[in-house]
């Protein structure tokens, strides 16, 4: 398995910010209690990433395993800390709030674009 890189983790969070806005537009159009929903729960996912992203790759050194190994899970623990941070401030104050529309969005959300990113990038890799 390759490991990401910078470029290929900026792809991964594009494409999870593109993937936010859709979900978030259709979800409205059924009605508001799920896009609302959607809405956390696709931008607590593209939010959470982004911040692990930004405290791994800031400052990106591959010569420095220990350091980055250090940072790796640091950043993990704040995005874990940050989505359930955002899922308890939702629950807590939104009555209306559709739980499988929330995690659905946060699942979609998390899976796919990686999905998506590493076939561009195999698809890329052949090509050349």
Do not use: H
């Amino acid at each position: 398995m390759q490991q990401p890189d910078p470029l290929q983790v900026k792809r991964v969070l594009y494409i999870q910010t593109l993937m936010t806005l859709a979900l978030a537009a259709v979800a409205f159009l059924v009605n508001r209690q799920v896009g609302l929903s959607v809405v956390v729960g696709a931008g607590a996912c593209t939010a959470a990433n982004g911040l692990f992203a930004l405290l791994v790759f800031k400052r990106y050194r591959a010569q420095e395993p220990d350091l980055l190994l250090m940072r790796f899970y640091a950043a993990e623990i704040m995005k874990i800390a940050l989505v359930l941070t955002v899922f308890t401030a939702a629950i807590v104050s939104l009555e209306d709030l559709s739980l499988p529309a929330l995690l659905g969005a946060y699942f979609v959300v998390q899976v796919l674009p990686a999905l998506l990113a590493s076939e561009t990038g195999a698809t890329r890799t052949k090509e050349k």
